[in-house]
C-alpha cells in the first residue's frame, strides 16, 4: 500500500552530493553528519548510502548505536562527546570517538582509563560560537590532561564550530580561524573546522576534514542560494495526494479561522499533508506546493492533516490520486524555508514519524 505522505529519499543524489563535496574539499577528509535521523532521510539509510564516507558525526550515543546495531562499521564521531560513565562505556564498546569540550568529560576519561578501551578524542576550541568548547587561555591545559590520559588515543585532533559561516560578509568566520590557527600552533592532531557553509565559503577552513551535513541532503547553507547552484541533487522529496476537490464563491472563507477568503470562483484542492507529518503550520498562504508537477499557493491555514490548494490556475484541473509535492525535485526545500520563515534544516529534520521514508 503506497502511504499518503512519503519523503521519497533519493540514494543516488546523496551519494552524488558526497561527491561534490569532495570536489569542494579535494584535500579533507569527510565526516558526514547525519545526526537528527539524517536530517530526516532516515539514519541508517543515510549512513548506507553515504558509506564511502571517511567517517560519520552524529550528536548522541544513542544515535551511534543505532548505525552499529546495523553493522555500520565506519567510524563515528560523537559531536557532543559523552556525559555520563554508562555513555562512556557505550562508547567504548562501540569504539566511537568523542568530541570533548567541558573539564567534566577529561575527568570522566580520566576516573575510567585502565578499564576503558582507547579513544580518538577531537578536542574542541571555543573560537567564538559560545556554545561548546573551551577558551583559548584553557587550551593548552586541557590539550596537555587529555594527552597524558592512557586512554586517549595520541595525538588529541583538535575541533572548533563556526557560528557564522553562512555570512561571508561577515568579519566573525576570519576571526574564528585565526583564533583556531594561534590556539592549536605547533600541536600536533588533526583538525577540523568547517561544516557545509565554512566549507563553501572558507576554502581556508577546510582544514584535515570537513563536516558536512545540509549539502549532503543537497540544499545549500546560503541565503537566497538553493542546492542547484552548487551542483547538488534534493535527495528529499516529500509527497502526498489530492484527496478532494472543492469548488467555493467568491467572498467564501477557507480553513480554520478562515483566514483566507476566495477572490473569485476558485477551486481548491485539499491534499493529505500537515503540521501532524512536519508540513510548518507557519507556512502562510500564498505558499507554493506542485500539484502534478505544476505551482500552486496554499490557500489557508496548515492543518494536522491537510492543507488547502488554489488550483484554479492550473493548465490541468487535478482529480483526487493526483500527486502534490511538498517540497524536494522542481520545489526547492530552501524556497520553502523562507516562505516558513526557518532554514532547510528544521523542515528536514522536522519530518515526524508518520511519514514513512522510503528509497525510491
Ligand atoms: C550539525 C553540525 C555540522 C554540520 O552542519 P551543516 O551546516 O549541516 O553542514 C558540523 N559540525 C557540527 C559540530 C555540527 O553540530
Known sequence: MTPLVSAVIDTSALRHNLEAVRRFAPRSRVMAVIKANGYGHGLTAAAQALGSADAFAV?????????????????????????????????????????????????LLAAACGQAARFRVWLKLDTGMNRLGFKAADFPAAAAALGALSCVAAPVNLFTHLSSADARELPATAEQLARFGTATRGLPGERSIANSA??????????????????????????????????????????????????????????????????????????????????????????????????????????????????????????????????????????????????????????????AATPE
Open 59 to 107: 550528536a548522541r550515543v544513542d544515535e551511534g548505536l543505532v548505525l552499529r546495531r546495523a553493522g555500520i562499521a565506519t567510524r563515528i564521531v560523537l559531536l557532543e562527546g559523552v556525559f555520563d560513565r554508562e555513555q562512556l562505556e557505550a562508547a567504548a564498546a562501540a569504539d566511537f570517538e568523542l568530541v570533548v569540550h567541558t573539564r567534566e568529560q577529561i575527568e
Open 198 to 355: 565554512g566549507l563553501l565559503g572558507f576554502p581556508d577552513a577546510q582544514a584535515d576534514w570537513v563536516r558536512p551535513g545540509l549539502l549532503l541532503y543537497g540544499a545549500a547553507p546560503f541565503a537566497g542560494a538553493v542546492g542547484a547552484d552548487y551542483g547538488l541533487m534534493p535527495a528529499m522529496t516529500l509527497r502526498s495526494r489530492v484527496i478532494a476537490l472543492k469548488s467555493v464563491e467568491a467572498g467564501e472563507r477557507v480553513g480554520y479561522g478562515g483566514d483566507w477568503i476566495a477572490p473569485r470562483p476558485t477551486l481548491l484542492a485539499i491534499a493529505a499533508v500537515g503540521y501532524g507529518d512536519g508540513y510548518p503550520r507557519s507556512l502562510p498562504s500564498g505558499a507554493p506546493v506542485l500539484v502534478n508537477g505544476e505551482r500552486a499557493p496554499l490557500a489557508g491555514r496548515v492543518s494536522m492533516d491537510m492543507i488547502g490548494i488554489d488550483v484554479t490556475r492550473l493548465a490541468r484541473a487535478p482529480a483526487p490520486g493526483d500527486p502534490v509535492v511538498l517540497w524536494g525535485r522542481g520545489l526547492p526545500v530552501e524556497e520553502v524555508a523562507v516562505w516558513a520563515q526557518t532554514i532547510p534544516y528544521e523542515l528536514l529534520c522536522g519530518i515526524s514519524q508518520r511519514v
